[in-house]
């Protein structure tokens, strides 16, 4: 007799077993569609089983399916290319030869140390970064480097972009961007005085999506360049057309000393990630960061379809108007649901909040919401991994109007039976 799955699988997994995916639908086993709202951990920019991804997939494995990273292929010279001339027009390097968003991160920042000869990094409150050691070591999140003796060294958090939960107590009309202001005091006091890099998210993934409140941004790459500081931006999440612009840098104007980007690039889930620089980051070496399968052909065939798409002036701009959409929706069912506190978003990149009366954060409500969801047709993710009270809203990018309608029905309907 055989074992039972969850006595053999080293993590948790649900008792749900899914056989197929289609456009933003997962089924289960007995054939019930869900609306997948997270993309599958938010890596299908185009859903599942894209017929141009599965096309491109087919056809590049019969001719080669990996090669070297010393070689050249075309489908990374075409990735490559298409990623240069789709990027903030300062980030002229591409480096593939990552596996994904951790290993993306850490590369970013052993260029920027390199180019710097610094060593420090700063990372924001709630941060999530990656899962390598160098990352967990650099998360906003106490909870993820608890369990290990020994973490990498060199970095310090610092108070996040939170308006709706200030760190400073303050207002954003007249707040100044203290956020911003008061890094020249963690410089001062809890640096050693050699910080290579500031790491960011433009929008928040796991920790709530979180987004800057204007003129942050702007405000920390002047900071940065003030102080020789490399500014990186995390868009493993929030790239590829995540918020109606190819790269949220675009949104917001800004342009990063290097940009990380995954998930999403493989379109229905090719596992790529890649690393975007400046040319004063370029000249680190290839074997100080290259792994077994960065710049594989399979998956570089996939992301450049996935690019061709998402980059179409329509396709963003759906994007922008059904987040849009879903935006209106959920202030609505703000209006009419007191324990939403907060609804915050760009494009299909959209986070809601729930509050008990008090206002404090309703972590146990946020849970029962996101276990209770496939009742009514949804998947759902929470952030924070279930420490947090955030439900995150990212669909793929294909996402229509109607289908738009349907998720903000189901949260109504969701909302109701278990809030009340």
């Excluded at 209770?372 to 420490?387: K, N």
């Amino acid at each position: 007799m055989q074992r039972p799955i969850s006595e053999i699988s080293y993590y948790p997994v649900s008792d749900h077993r899914m056989v197929r995916g289609e456009g933003i639908h997962l089924f289960d086993e007995g054939g019930r569609g869900y609306i997948d709202c997270a993309s599958a951990t938010f890596n299908l920019s185009l859903g599942y089983s894209h017929p141009a991804i599965v096309e491109a997939l087919q056809k590049q494995a019969e001719s080669v399916i990996h090669v070297t990273s010393s070689f050249q292929t075309d489908p990374v010279n075409d990735v490559a290319r298409k990623l240069v001339a789709l990027s903030p027009d300062n980030l002229t390097r591409v480096h593939l030869k990552v596996s994904g968003g951790s290993s993306a991160n850490e590369g970013a920042i052993k260029m920027a140390q390199v180019a710097t000869g610094r060593r420090d990094v700063i990372t924001l409150f709630r941060s999530h970064l990656g899962q390598s050691m160098m990352m967990t070591s650099m998360s906003g999140h106490a909870f993820r480097k608890a369990p290990f003796p020994v973490i990498y060294p060199g970095s310090l958090q610092v108070p996040d972009p939170y308006c709706y939960r200030c760190f400073y107590g303050q207002q954003r009309d007249s707040c100044g961007l203290m956020c911003v202001d008061r890094l020249d005091d963690f410089l001062e006091y809890a640096s050693s005085g050699q910080v290579a890099a500031v790491v960011v998210e433009p929008i928040s993934g796991n920790g709530g999506n979180i987004v800057p409140p204007d003129g942050y941004l702007q405000k920390l790459r002047q900071f940065c360049d003030e102080h020789g500081i490399k500014l990186i931006f995390d868009e493993i999440q929030t790239g590829i057309g995540r918020t109606g612009h190819m790269f949220a840098a675009d949104y917001f104007g800004v342009r990063p000393d290097a940009l990380t980007t995954g998930k999403g690039l493989g379109g229905s889930g090719a596992q790529i990630a890649a690393i975007l620089t400046s040319e004063e980051l370029a000249g680190l070496p290839a074997h100080h960061h290259s792994f077994t399968y960065g710049a594989n052909s399979l998956a570089a065939a996939a992301a450049a379809v996935t690019l061709d798409i998402v980059s179409r002036p329509a396709f963003l701009a759906n994007v922008r108007t059904t987040g849009g959409h879903i935006m209106e929706r959920l202030y609505d069912l703000q209006r009419r649901h007191p324990c939403i506190g907060d609804v915050r978003g760009v494009g299909l990149m959209i986070g809601f909040e729930l509050v008990r009366p008090d206002r404090s954060p309703d972590v146990a409500l946020t849970n029962e919401l996101a276990a209770r969801a496939m009742e009514f047709g949804l998947i759902l993710r929470t952030s924070r991994y279930g420490h947090g009270n955030v439900i995150k809203i990212r669909p793929p990018l294909i996402l229509t109007p109607a289908q738009a309608d349907e998720i903000c029905d189901g949260l109504d309907a969701l909302l109701s039976a278990v809030a009340g």
